[in-house]
């Protein structure tokens, strides 16, 4: 039974518990699973995640005797603000400390590869002591060092045991990031996984682990491949942002996937016995329960001096927020966020002429992960947005809007980068309803009030241009008069603040939670909005 986990179910409220109610005497090995790390700092003002935490927790495992390997399910060069400085460098050098700590394999997620040439990947790949595992990726940088970086059927011993790592990344059709020197062989998710897996039972493995970044979806599916091999023990992935959790059974592998940022994180704890391996799986909260590691802060603190040394702007203030601004992407990407309600707002007057009806943008784009109150500062926009989003300004009919947004709703789980902020109109969705028929309402102000998109009327509407060319699953074939991109969001946020600063105001406002611009139907219930 799926079980997603919006707030860590199985939840440690300190690292002593959770050391505690895990603790055996036979454990063979512990393992400690992250994913989607951006930052080489906590986020929420310090108080959650954090490779500095992580550390502790490693050291204080070890201290009781344990062997512990860390496993990391991809998206960790890009994108942040410091990866437009230093293109993961910074993101690297953590990742090393923890490999220093206790070994650490790592599957690339489709945010390594966002730049266009491989120049950056390489040096990185140069500066890298963990392991890249990928069995359905190929690199073809034409620098053999670097291209060998990259592990196929990868195992690693503990003990007398032997391990085996059947690692997956998101293929470019299911929102992974293309490049010429990234190919990935012919074949599916499960191809790749059965001839790796077969391999393992050749070479005698005693113990199968999955490390993907993937959607959940295409998890599961993998999954079902301990049907045909038991030692097929579990899966821990990325690319989702928020915990997930999903039972093992005699047939299907458990999978389990963390918080961006470490904000929760897995303990997994594998024994062997009679009956074969077994597992006890754990989810931990990394608050400040956890102390954060000195020797780690080192590397965080350089890093901060350097980015305020080539950004002495960067805590300077350019507006007051009049409540706190919601960034946190279980937020940002799950439903209304009061700063990306001021965000999208701004969309609609980005171009020439009167403001647009609609606009959207998808919360994949919005990458604070944290909130902003009070002081707004030029760091606040900054990690707000990782990477450039140009706008485009089109007209779509009404039908042909409402099986765009249907992309914005899709798949299993919480917390994708795909789901929209929106602006201009409101949405009930049924989550239970197959992909692509999910959306029961969709309501245009009309007057006073609401009413139904006009599917034969045509809406102008603005969205990023990464949207428009097909990003994150959507389809904007049906759109016309559509304008070059332009109207860069960072600076149009910019710019509305200062305006908003300059107005003697304040920026946001509360979310009303009788007024929402999103909703999921509840059970027994026709409709959302009334």
Known sequence: MLRSIYVSL???????????????????????????????????????????????????????????????????????????????????????????LAPMYVVPGNHEFDRRTPVELIDRLAESQFDWVADNLLLETGVSAADGKLKSGFTFESGDRTFGIVALTVHPDHGGNRRDHTPFPVGSYIDHADRVIQTFEEQGVDLVIGLTHLHLGDDLEVAKLKARYPKFLFIVGGHEHEPEYVEGTQTSAAVMKGASNARTIWRIDVTFGADGPSMKEQTIDVDTAIELDNEYQIIADKWRDRLVGVMPFLESTVGYAAVPLDGREVVVRNGDSNWGHFIVDQMRTAFRGPPSALALVNGGTLRIDDYI?????????????????????????????????????????????????????????????????????????????????????????????????????????????????GSELIYLVLDAIINTQAAGQQVGTTIDPANPRFAILQSGQDTCFH
């Open 10 to 100: 199985l939840l440690c409220l300190g690292l002593a518990a959770c050391v505690d109610d895990l603790q055996t005497d036979d454990e063979a090995l512990t393992f400690i699973h992250l994913n989607d790390t951006y930052r080489v700092d906590a986020v929420e003002e310090g108080r959650h995640g954090g490779f500095s935490r992580v550390a502790t927790l490693v050291r204080r495992l070890q201290s009781e005797g344990r062997e512990v390997r860390i496993l990391h399910g991809g998206d960790f060069l890009y994108p942040s603000l410091e990866s437009q400085l230093w293109h993961g460098e910074q993101i690297v050098e953590a990742m090393n400390f923890l490999d220093g």
């Open 373 to 485: 109150a009070e002081d707004i500062t030029f760091e606040d926009i900054g990690r707000t947005f990782g990477f450039s989003s140009y706008l485009r300004h089109m007209t779509i009919d009404g039908a042909d809007f409402r099986r765009i947004m249907e992309a914005g709703y899709r798949g299993v789980g919480p917390s994708k980068g795909y789901f929209p902020q929106i602006s201009g109109f409101r949405v009930c969705v049924d989550r239970n309803r197959p992909d692509g028929e999910r959306i029961v309402q969709l309501q245009v102000p009309d007057g006073e009030g609401w009413s139904e998109i006009d599917r034969d009327r045509a809406y102008t509407v603005v969205a990023p241009d990464f949207l428009y060319r097909g990003g994150d699953g959507y389809d904007f074939a049906s759109a016309r008069d559509v304008s070059k991109p």
